[in-house]
């Protein structure tokens, strides 16, 4: 079953430097937590349909998977995927406010099978809310520096 974990900021940088900066694979690992290698797989490197070969680091698992910018809108909206059904996704939505640009971050994800399972989803859940919130923390001291 997919879930999904929200996680919200407001940032005080302006949509098109946040878009910018989550547009750009090179600086995926700002947002993408535990991510030690994105390579792309061909030589689209931005829009929708880019796709890139990952290397993860979850916890003591290291976890090859193809992401894949599976939504876009300049300046508004980006949604990078890892490929399969069982993939997550994040989804980065940006308003303009005064004060800077309010990101929405949606993160959907696969809930565990198995017997085990209601007896860990709390702990995937809040892990995943706590990577959600980590990745709107890094981006805003990203672009802070820049």
Same mark, same amino acid.
């Given at each position: 079953?997919?879930?999904?974990?929200?996680?919200?900021?407001?940032?005080?940088?302006?949509?098109?430097?946040?878009?910018?900066?989550?547009?750009?694979?090179?600086?995926?690992?700002?947002?993408?937590?535990?991510?030690?290698?994105? *390579?792309?797989?061909? +030589?689209?490197?931005? &829009?929708?349909?880019?796709? =890139? !070969?990952?290397?993860?680091?979850?916890?003591?698992? #290291?976890?090859?998977?193809?992401?894949?910018?599976?939504?876009?809108?300049?300046?508004?909206?980006? *949604?990078?995927?890892? +490929?399969?059904?069982? &993939?997550?996704?994040?989804? =980065? !939505?940006?308003?303009?406010?005064?004060?800077?640009? #309010?990101?929405?971050?949606?993160?959907?994800?696969?809930?565990?099978?198995?017997?085990?399972?209601?007896?860990?989803?709390?702990?995937?859940?809040?892990?995943?809310?706590?990577?959600?919130?980590?990745?709107?923390?890094?981006?805003?001291?990203?672009?802070?520096?820049?």
């Amino acid at each position: 079953m997919k879930k999904t974990v929200q996680a919200r900021a407001t940032i005080a940088a302006s949509a098109a430097t946040l878009f910018e900066c989550l547009a750009d694979y090179k600086r995926a690992d700002v947002f993408i937590e535990g991510l030690e290698q994105l *390579t792309p797989v061909a +030589a689209q490197t931005t &829009g929708e349909d880019a796709q =890139f !070969e990952a290397v993860l680091k979850v916890g003591a698992y #290291t976890l090859r998977t193809t992401i894949v910018i599976t939504s876009l809108q300049p300046g508004r909206s980006i *949604t990078w995927s890892s +490929a399969g059904d069982d &993939g997550q996704s994040l989804t =980065f !939505e940006l308003s303009p406010e005064r004060s800077g640009t #309010t990101v929405n971050l949606t993160v959907t994800y696969q809930q565990p099978g198995g017997v085990g399972a209601a007896l860990i989803a709390p702990f995937v859940e809040h892990t995943i809310q706590h990577r959600a919130t980590g990745a709107l923390e890094r981006l805003r001291e990203h672009v802070s520096r820049a």
